[in-house]
């Protein structure tokens, strides 16, 4: 018997499977990233995006369709990070803008929504690409709006909708040359594919473990070195101990460890009495730990970072320095003008600092901020007028979701695209000018300035008629890779090459974490020796994954 109405109850398990699909598929979908960078990565920045609502439709109780309308917007709304996660957050705003007022929902329903959620998201981003998420999303719409005025039955409808969607996303190479390039479809448009698939398995009332689901190796962030160890297959280790609540026995415990193995290696799994030992290397520490939690409480947990560890110090680190900057905010009285700047780094931080912003957010290239990130720190900055610095391109969509998330407060995003650009804006602040004609000033400072990034690549691809493999040096500049090479000394200087010309007066260049202050000085006068006639400045970052950001003026 066909099914004709979705009502809350199938909602929200629909909802629930699309997003622990796209976090099972996530790895896969980053390794779909055209730009092999150590970067904040579409799959990751969509699954944080959906699992921050998703959060909030699994804690309702018998909602109705406006409840978890409601759960759905406003939880992808804050939690959206990168352009990939702001864009999906629009398309279920939108989605949920036509369903909320109908107490289940139908073929043309559900092709309203669809067309709906396509029309929010394209009218949130500038410039629309097509052969991206929003083609496929847009694909979905089309097919959704001609079915449903031929089926009632929603099966048939889903099922045809997503195998569209899937011969959209196949279309995306030829849409945009870079992912034919690279040899891969949009990774937006992947992920868009599997909330729409995990969806769709509640629908048909499949219920999958997908945290068992094999995913791929995933984008393995090695560092280049002399002392580059043996590839590492899981990065997280992982330990706790688990306060048994009922019994474990021998049968739980050799599923366990067959479920450990599944996700990891290296697996400990030792009962004793009323507490089980337990050891594992895995890639989702979470999924250990939400399985161990059906035997009981957990003790004594402790996980570490095989291949790298400075996303667990950025997380740390951000939470001191916000905790930090709110108490310091408390007692100030209401300013005309204030600055948020997103940067990494303490010596990054400090020159925003002694620049003038007010509020830092810790994140950008590594660790792409949300909206609510964005929204807790314009809270905590007293100002009437606030420029924000994304300083990443991946960013700016977030901030102006924050933008129009903020009601009391004039917000300005500043769309500077690195952090030597938000350093220009900043520099180029009036504080005699308005706030418009301080934001001309600042993009037109930006305009001015060139800047390069020079980091590693974590996976192989080809781009920019460049052949890239896991662990070499890029350069990267603002129009893309500029240079790629095995020394991050000669890597630089290439890049150098193309970024100075018979104008330039000053490099300025920031040295991260990984680069010595001695190592960074002698760099910095090779680079004078190279062009005699153009300033060097040399400041230390403290920057992970990108060992040196430079600007060129």
Known sequence: MAVKTINTELLQKMFLAGAANLEAKKEFINELNVFPVPDGDTGTNMTLTILSAAKEVKALENPDMVAIAKAISSGSLRGARGNSGVILSQLLRGFTKEIREHKEIDTITLAKACERATATAYKAVMKPKEGTILTVAKGASQKAAELAETTEDLDTFISEVINYAQEVLEKTPEMLPVLKEAGVVDSGGQGLLEVMRGAYDAFQG???????????????????????????????????IIMLEKEFTAKDETEFKAYLESIGDSIV??????????????NDPGLAIQRALTYGQLSRMKIDNMREEHQERLIKDAEKLAAQQAEAKKAEPRKEVGFIAVSIGEGMNEIFRELGADYIIEGGQTM?????????AIEQVNAEHIFILPNNKNIILAANQAQELTEDKDIIVVPSKTVPQGI????NYMPDADAQTNLEAMIEGIGNVKTGQVTYAVRDTHIDDKEIHEGDIMGIGDSGILAVGQSVEETTKEMLAQLVDEDTELISLYYGQD???????????????LYPDVDVDVHSGGQPIYYYVLSVE
């Open 206 to 240: 499949k219920e999958i473990d997908y945290s068992a689901i094999e995913a791929s190796a995933g984008t393995k962030m090695v560092k280049p070195s002399e002392q580059a160890e043996t590839e590492i297959k899981f990065g997280y280790c992982t330990e706790f």
């Open 424 to 427: 220009t804006a900043i520099i």
């Open 515 to 529: 680069v010595q202050e001695e190592s960074a000085e002698n760099f910095a006068q090779e680079i004078e020796d």
């Open 269 to 282: 799994c030792v009962a004793d009495d009323d507490i089980v030992k337990i050891h594992v290397h895995t």
């Open 368 to 376: 792409n901020p949300s909206t609510e990130d964005m929204l807790n």
